[in-house]
């Protein structure tokens, strides 16, 4: 294995520059109105409080797929809104992710003076290479954060998603 390799299966980390306040990205992560607009597309069930439930559902696309009708699921950590979420978070989407062990997610939101956010989501995946493999955009089915963030920005800074549904 490549040094480097064994990280990007452990960690990952991602990092976007948002023109929009922390509320208006703290609403886009955790409201099923705005996630049903970006990435996935998936509409999102969060219990907002330390051992809370996360949910995500299939779309009418990723059922097509046959996908079981939650394709995510997993527990809040911590959540301080509009600054920080921490969760855990398991892929359902096949039966090789199902199989791995939940991962865990933090997102972590910062606002400078100018009105420009900065999205900083680190996503530890030690104990499931399929889910990092899905997640770094190996997956070309699936695109992985780099496409779910990008979406999330565009939606956010325009008004419109960049348009291609999961």
Same mark, same amino acid.
């Given at each position: 294995m490549l040094a &480097? $390799? #064994?990280d990007l299966l452990t960690t990952q980390v991602h990092r976007i520059f948002i023109r929009a306040t922390p509320e208006e990205i703290w609403d886009a992560l955790t409201r099923p109105g705005w996630t049903q607009k970006y990435g996935y597309r998936a509409a999102v069930q969060y219990d907002l409080r330390p051992g809370g439930l996360y949910l995500a559902f299939a779309t009418g696309a990723t059922r097509l797929r046959e996908a079981r009708d939650v394709i995510m699921d &997993?527990? !809040?950590v911590i959540a301080e809104p509009p600054w920080r979420? !921490? #969760? $855990?978070w398991h892929a359902l989407f096949d039966a090789a992710a199902t199989a791995e062990s939940e991962t865990r997610l933090s997102w972590q939101i910062e606002e400078d003076d100018t009105g420009i956010c900065t999205l900083t989501v680190v996503h530890e995946l030690a104990g499931a290479p399929r889910t990092a493999a899905l997640m770094d955009g190996r997956d070309a089915v699936l695109g992985g954060w780099d496409w779910i963030l990008s979406d999330l920005k565009t939606l956010l800074e325009t008004g419109r998603p960049l348009g291609r549904a999961w």
């Open positions: &480097g $390799t #064994q &997993g527990e !809040v979420l !921490v #969760q $855990t």
